[in-house]
T-cell receptor
């Protein structure tokens, strides 16, 4: 089945700096990808959904890039601010069934250096 | 108003005891999921359901049962709890269509002593 590797596990930057989180997946047939954000003590909230047909996806304060050739999905945080501190997870949707099962990366704990 | 709720939010259980975690969704989604979250493992799928009366095994179902008595409710049952089941458990709901988003509850922190 699908396997997802996420790196780095921890990431600390200064306010205003940029940061990149990368996920590598294994199934070349995967078509739907997700980035979730988890704030302390809370559930996961969707940051962005990415379709395989779109390589660049822009959100508020971040960009998601999909490199299908290398089977990589990246989350680029621009100009980090305190509200960005959280754990970020990538997830890949099972392409073969109607279950919409998600395979998650292990997460990246993102924080600002005081 | 929160669309996916979980109860209890915190639970302490004894080894060998029975634990039931409950999840309710008001999204009218067909699919529901149970995950556990552990440091170093991310979220792993335990059981999921396509609708009332349906339960399916996920990636780590051993030691867990699930029950979906209605569209709105999905329970996770630990018949004989063990300390290795100490974790944070998340319920989610979603549509079955390709690429549909999953909506998560706030989580239940379970400690098995």
């Amino acid at each position: 089945g699908e396997q997802v590797e996420q790196r780095p596990p921890h990431l600390s930057v200064r306010e205003g700096d940029s940061a990149v989180i990368i996920c590598t997946y294994t199934d070349p047939n995967s078509y739907y990808f997700f980035w979730y954000k988890q704030e302390p003590g809370a559930g996961l909230q969707l940051l962005m959904k990415v379709f395989s047909s779109t390589e660049i996806n822009e959100g508020q304060g971040f960009t998601v890039l999909l490199n299908k050739k290398d089977k990589q999905l990246s989350l680029n945080l621009t100009a980090a601010h305190p509200g960005d501190s959280a754990v970020y997870f990538c997830a890949v949707s099972d392409p073969g069934t109607g279950s919409n099962r998600l395979t998650f990366g292990k997460g990246t704990k993102f924080s600002l250096i005081p | 108003e929160a669309a996916v709720t979980q109860s209890p939010r915190n639970k302490v259980a004894v080894t060998g005891g029975k634990v039931t975690l409950s999840c309710n969704q008001t999204n009218n989604h067909n699919n529901m999921y149970w995950y556990r979250q552990d440091t170093g493992h991310g979220l792993r799928l335990i059981h999921y359901s396509y609708g009332a009366g349906s339960t399916e095994k996920g990636d780590i179902p051993d030691g867990y049962k699930a029950s979906r008595p209605s569209q709105e409710n999905f329970s996770l049952i630990l018949e004989l709890a063990t300390p290795s089941q100490t974790s944070v458990y998340f319920c989610a709901s979603g549509e079955p269509g390709g690429g549909a988003e999953q909506f998560f509850g706030p989580g239940t922190r379970l400690t098995v002593l």
